[in-house]
Nanobody, 124 residues
């Protein structure tokens, strides 16, 4: 049972990146999924989440209008599209799977399975 996050890198402010989170050993189609990030010296925070059906999503205020989340259950993958990146978006980004399904949450403690993280660095 594993999640693999990828797609991070170095980008200039105003640029875009798309992160991917793929699962192995289990399927994501009945799991709410979340993306989280942790900047140096800061606590891990929820960024976006998406319900198992894809019918509902939740955002933290700082990324509204810039980031979006999507899922392709056929590919067992969840995506995080990040546009108009800012230096304050610099962090290690993690994907996570909720053991339940329903309305997703941005509370890290709810999630039981975590990817290894991918570093996003936004230069000014």
């Amino acid at each position: 049972v594993q999640l693999q996050a990828s797609g991070g890198g170095l980008v200039q402010a105003g640029g875009s990146l798309r992160l991917s989170c793929s699962a192995s050993g289990f399927t994501l189609d009945h799991r709410d999924m979340g993306w989280f990030r942790q900047a140096p010296g800061k606590e891990r925070e929820g960024v976006l989440c998406i319900s198992s059906s894809g019918g509902s999503t939740y955002y933290t205020d700082s990324v509204k209008g810039r980031f979006s989340i999507s899922r392709d259950n056929a590919k067992n993958t969840v995506y995080l599209q990040m546009n108009s990146l800012k230096p304050e978006d610099t962090a290690v980004y993690y994907c996570a799977a909720d053991p339940l399904q329903g309305a997703c949450t941005l509370i890290p403690g709810i999630y039981s399975t975590w990817g290894q993280g991918t570093l996003v660095t936004v230069s000014s």
